[in-house]
C-alpha cells in the first residue's frame, strides 16, 4: 500500500545549523509531496510542495526536491532559526485523494 | 478566504458518553478528511467524505463515524468514549476532485478531546 516513510527525530540544533529531513514514499502512481509544520496547540500548516518529479517546492527558506528515481522529498534549510523549532510532517497524496503522512519530526533549535 | 474551522477547540468528556465534532471547509472545497492525533500513534487517517459520500475510511472501530452536508460541512461523531479516544483531531479540507489532488489539504486547528 501507500505510505511515506521519514527520518525519526527528536533533532536537536544550534541556531543557524544546516538542516536535513529525510523523506522517501511508495511510487503507486505520481503522487504530490507535502511538507507541513505543526506549531504546539495547532494545527499542521502548509511549508512547501511539489507536484512533479524534479519540481523543487520552498518556502520560508526550506526547500525539497521531488527526486522519482529516489522515491525521496528531502526536506532541507540552510540555517535554522529558533522560531523553526516545530513538528515536520511529510505527506504524499496520491491520485485517489488517499494522503499519507510519516510518522513526523521534531525540530528543536537552541539559541 | 476563511480557513478551516473545527469547533470546539477544547472537549472534556467523561468515559461512556458520545461527542460530536464539527468541521466547516474551505469555501468551495468538497471533501474532508479526519484525523486523530496521538503522541504515541501520531497522525491516523479515520475517514474522508466527498460530496456527501464517506469515500475512504481508516482502520478505526465503528463508534467512530461521521457525515457531511450539502454544503460540504462535517460532522464526526464518537459514541461510547474510552480514555484512548483523547486525542487532537484534525480536520482537513480540499477540492476533493479527480485530478486535484496536486492541491493538497488544508487543515483545521484541531479539536483537542479529553476523555476522564
Known amino acids: 500500500g501507500n505510505s511515506v516513510t521519514q527520518m525519526e527525530g527528536p533533532v536537536t540544533l544550534s541556531e543557524e545549523a544546516f538542516l536535513t529531513i529525510n523523506c522517501t514514499y511508495t511510487?503507486?502512481?505520481?503522487?504530490?509531496l507535502f511538507w507541513y509544520v505543526q506549531y504546539p496547540g495547532e494545527g499542521l500548516q502548509l511549508l512547501l510542495k511539489?507536484?512533479?518529479?524534479?519540481d523543487k517546492g520552498s518556502n520560508k527558506g526550506f526547500e525539497a526536491t521531488y527526486r522519482k528515481e529516489t522515491t525521496s522529498f528531502h526536506l532541507e534549510k540552510g540555517s535554522v532559526q529558533v522560531s523553526d523549532s516545530a513538528v515536520y510532517f511529510c505527506a504524499a497524496l496520491y491520485n485517489n485523494n488517499d494522503m499519507r503522512f510519516g510518522a513526523g519530526t521534531r525540530l528543536t533549535v537552541k539559541p | 478566504k476563511a480557513g478551516v474551522t473545527q469547533t470546539p477547540r477544547y472537549l472534556i468528556k467523561t468515559r461512556g458518553q458520545q461527542v460530536t465534532l464539527s468541521c466547516s471547509p474551505i469555501s468551495g472545497h468538497r471533501s474532508v478528511s479526519w484525523y486523530q492525533q496521538t503522541p504515541g500513534q501520531g497522525l491516523q487517517f479515520l475517514f474522508e467524505y466527498f460530496s456527501e459520500t464517506q469515500r475512504n475510511k481508516g482502520n478505526f472501530p465503528g463508534r467512530f463515524s461521521g457525515r457531511q452536508f450539502s454544503n460540504s460541512r462535517s460532522e464526526m461523531n464518537v459514541s461510547t468514549l474510552e480514555l484512548g479516544d483523547s486525542a487532537l483531531y484534525l480536520c482537513?479540507?480540499?477540492?476533493?476532485?479527480?485530478?486535484?489532488?496536486?492541491?493538497?489539504?488544508?487543515f483545521g486547528s484541531g479539536t483537542r478531546l479529553t476523555v476522564v
Open positions: 482537513a479540507s480540499s477540492l476533493g476532485g479527480q485530478g486535484n489532488h496536486r492541491y493538497g489539504y488544508t
Open positions: 511510487a503507486t502512481g505520481y503522487p504530490s
Open positions: 511539489a507536484t512533479k518529479a524534479d
